[in-house]
C-alpha cells in the first residue's frame, strides 16, 4: 500500500482559504450597520440603498463596462488579425516583431501612462473615453495576439490548405476554417483583456478626464476620505451577477453537448 500524506490536502485548503475568506468577507461587511468595514454593529441594507442612490458610482461602473467591451473588441480583432498574419509571412526579424508586439504587457504600468499621456498631448487629443479606448486597446492587444497565435501553431494548416484545393477563396478557408478553430482562444484573450481594462487603475489616471471616471479610479479617489461598505455592496452585487452569467454559459454549454448527435 502506498503511504498517504495530507500535504496535498493541506495545501489545497490553505489555497482556497487565501482566496475566497476575503470575498466572504466582502460579502459579509456589505450588511454591515456600521460605516467602518473593520468593526460589525449589526445587520442592515443601508448600505445597498444608498448605493442605488449613488449615480455618481453607478455612472463610473457604466464607463468602466463601456470601456472594457469596447477594448477587448477592438483587440480582438487587431490582435487577430496580427497572430494569423505573422503566422503566413516569414521574415527574418520576425520573431523581434513578435517579441516588440508583447512589450505593453511587460512594461510597467506607470512607464505606458506616461507615454500615452505624453503621446495624446502630443496629438492634441481631449483626454476622456476616447483616450482611455486606445490606450486600453494598445495594452490588451497583446493577450489576444499571445493566445490566438499559440492555437494556431497547434492547428493542422492541412485543413485550411485542403479548403484551398477545393475551390474556397482564401477569405472564405478563414471564415470557415479558421476562424472557427480559434474561436475559444478569441474569446479568452477578450474575457482577459476585459479583465485586465476593468480593473486598470494606473494607466487609467494618466489618461482619463473629467467626464470619464471609471469605477476603480472612483474607488482610488475615495480613498482619501475612506472606502464604506457601500463599495462592498457594489462588489457583492458584481460578484453574484459573474456567478450567474458563469452558471447561464455552463447550463446554456451542456444543452449544445446533449443536442450533438
Given at each position: 500500500m502506498k503511504n498517504r500524506t495530507k500535504l496535498p490536502n493541506i495545501y489545497l485548503a490553505v489555497i482556497l482559504l487565501l482566496m475566497y475568506v476575503p470575498i466572504v468577507l466582502v460579502i459579509l461587511y456589505s450588511f454591515n450597520q456600521s460605516?467602518?468595514?473593520?468593526?460589525?454593529?449589526?445587520?442592515?441594507?443601508?448600505?445597498?440603498?444608498?448605493?442605488?442612490?449613488?449615480?455618481?458610482?453607478?455612472?463610473?461602473?457604466?464607463?468602466?463596462?463601456?470601456?472594457?467591451?469596447?477594448?477587448?473588441?477592438?483587440?480582438?480583432?487587431?490582435?487577430?488579425?496580427?497572430?494569423?498574419?505573422?503566422?503566413?509571412?516569414?521574415?527574418?526579424?520576425?520573431?523581434?516583431?513578435?517579441?516588440?508586439?508583447?512589450?505593453?504587457?511587460?512594461?510597467?504600468?506607470?512607464?505606458?501612462?506616461?507615454?500615452?499621456?505624453?503621446?495624446?498631448?502630443?496629438?492634441?487629443?481631449?483626454?476622456?473615453?476616447?483616450?482611455?479606448?486606445?490606450a486600453h486597446t494598445a495594452f490588451c492587444i497583446p493577450y489576444?495576439?499571445?493566445?490566438?497565435?499559440?492555437?494556431?501553431?497547434?492547428?493542422?494548416?492541412?485543413?485550411?490548405?485542403?479548403?484551398?484545393?477545393?475551390?474556397?477563396?482564401?477569405?472564405?478557408?478563414?471564415?470557415?476554417?479558421?476562424?472557427?478553430?480559434?474561436?475559444?482562444?478569441?474569446?479568452?484573450?477578450?474575457?482577459?483583456?476585459?479583465?485586465m481594462s476593468f480593473d486598470d487603475v494606473i494607466i487609467s489616471v494618466f489618461v482619463t478626464g473629467v467626464n470619464s471616471n471609471t469605477l476603480p479610479l472612483k474607488i482610488y479617489s475615495q480613498l482619501k476620505t475612506g472606502v464604506t461598505p457601500k463599495i462592498n455592496a457594489l462588489c457583492t452585487l458584481m460578484f453574484f451577477a459573474t456567478l450567474l452569467l458563469c452558471g447561464a454559459s455552463m447550463v446554456l454549454s451542456r444543452e449544445k453537448k446533449v443536442k450533438k448527435p
Amino acid at each position: 500500500m502506498k503511504n498517504r500524506t495530507k500535504l496535498p490536502n493541506i495545501y489545497l485548503a490553505v489555497i482556497l482559504l487565501l482566496m475566497y475568506v476575503p470575498i466572504v468577507l466582502v460579502i459579509l461587511y456589505s450588511f454591515n450597520q456600521s460605516k467602518i468595514s473593520s468593526v460589525w454593529d449589526g445587520f442592515s441594507l443601508k448600505w445597498y440603498v444608498e448605493l442605488f442612490r449613488d449615480r455618481a458610482l453607478f455612472e463610473s461602473l457604466i464607463n468602466s463596462i463601456v470601456l472594457g467591451v469596447t477594448a477587448s473588441l477592438a483587440a480582438a480583432v487587431i490582435g487577430t488579425l496580427g497572430a494569423v498574419g505573422s503566422s503566413k509571412v516569414e521574415l527574418k526579424g520576425k520573431g523581434v516583431v513578435e517579441y516588440i508586439s508583447t512589450l505593453p504587457i511587460m512594461i510597467p504600468e506607470i512607464i505606458l501612462g506616461m507615454v500615452f499621456m505624453a503621446f495624446f498631448s502630443l496629438l492634441g487629443l481631449p483626454f476622456g473615453m476616447t483616450t482611455l479606448i486606445i490606450a486600453h486597446t494598445a495594452f490588451c492587444i497583446p493577450y489576444v495576439f499571445m493566445l490566438v497565435k499559440a492555437r494556431l501553431v497547434g492547428m493542422d494548416k492541412s485543413l485550411e490548405e485542403a479548403a484551398l484545393d477545393l475551390g474556397a477563396s482564401k477569405v472564405r478557408a478563414f471564415f470557415d476554417i479558421v476562424l472557427p478553430l480559434i474561436a475559444p482562444a478569441i474569446a479568452s484573450g477578450m474575457l482577459l483583456s476585459f479583465a485586465m481594462s476593468f480593473d486598470d487603475v494606473i494607466i487609467s489616471v494618466f489618461v482619463t478626464g473629467v467626464n470619464s471616471n471609471t469605477l476603480p479610479l472612483k474607488i482610488y479617489s475615495q480613498l482619501k476620505t475612506g472606502v464604506t461598505p457601500k463599495i462592498n455592496a457594489l462588489c457583492t452585487l458584481m460578484f453574484f451577477a459573474t456567478l450567474l452569467l458563469c452558471g447561464a454559459s455552463m447550463v446554456l454549454s451542456r444543452e449544445k453537448k446533449v443536442k450533438k448527435p
